[in-house]
């Protein structure tokens, strides 16, 4: 059962991945697009600047969920590497309980944001809802509460090869199904 659970974690984990990676790639393609139409071609395009900003959007949400596994989220940990080994474990707690009322307030609020505002347009976007704009909020807050609840009950995935795979000593990729608990 825990094997099941770490591999379609895993394969969400890659997914998110992937598509914040996706975003970055195609906000550096738009975004010189919308440059060069205006300077040199000498025509605004309306589209890049509201498209890159929904992708930074998605890789804002996806990508910090993907860094709560990973434990690369930034922390100051000046005062708490101080503590004593028990102090620290109960702010570890402390933490975990935060993001889960963090991410589970991302899911409702953020699902009631995209409800009440589906019916709206982006004006540069008119085939666009706004309440697709917002859908990272709870989808992110989601993929968060899914990491968290993994991390709390099986404890930190930053050791897996999924999440470590650039640092394989023979560079490969890790997979999903790499035998690994």
């Not at 990508?63 to 690369?72: D, E, L, M, N, P």
């Not at 540069?124 to 992110?140: E, F, N, Q, R």
């Not at 968060?144 to 795979?165: D, K, N």
Request: net charge neutral; glycine share 8%; charged share 10%.
């Amino acid at each position: 059962m825990n094997n099941t659970i770490h591999r379609a974690l895993d394969r969400l984990y890659l997914a998110c991945i992937w598509l914040a990676g996706s975003c970055i790639f195609l906000m550096s393609l738009f975004i010189p697009w919308g440059i060069f139409a205006r300077y040199v071609l000498g025509t605004g395009s309306q589209w890049p600047e509201p498209v890159s900003i929904l992708l930074m959007v998605v890789f804002t949400f996806f990508g910090a969920a993907v860094a709560y596994r990973a434990g690369a989220h930034i922390a100051v940990a000046m005062l708490t590497d101080r503590l004593p080994e028990r102090a620290q474990h109960v702010l570890r707690g402390v933490v975990h309980g935060l993001m889960l009322c963090i991410s589970a307030f991302m899911v409702f609020y953020g699902t009631s944001l995209c409800m009440g505002t589906w019916g709206q347009t982006i004006p540069d976007l008119p085939w666009m809802p706004v309440g697709a704009a917002y859908l990272p909020v709870p989808l992110g807050g989601f993929i968060t509460l899914l990491f968290v609840l993994e991390h709390v009950v099986f404890g930190s995935q930053a050791h897996r090869p999924v999440v470590l795979f650039d640092a394989l000593p023979d560079h490969t990729t890790a997979t999903p199904d790499s035998k690994d608990a």
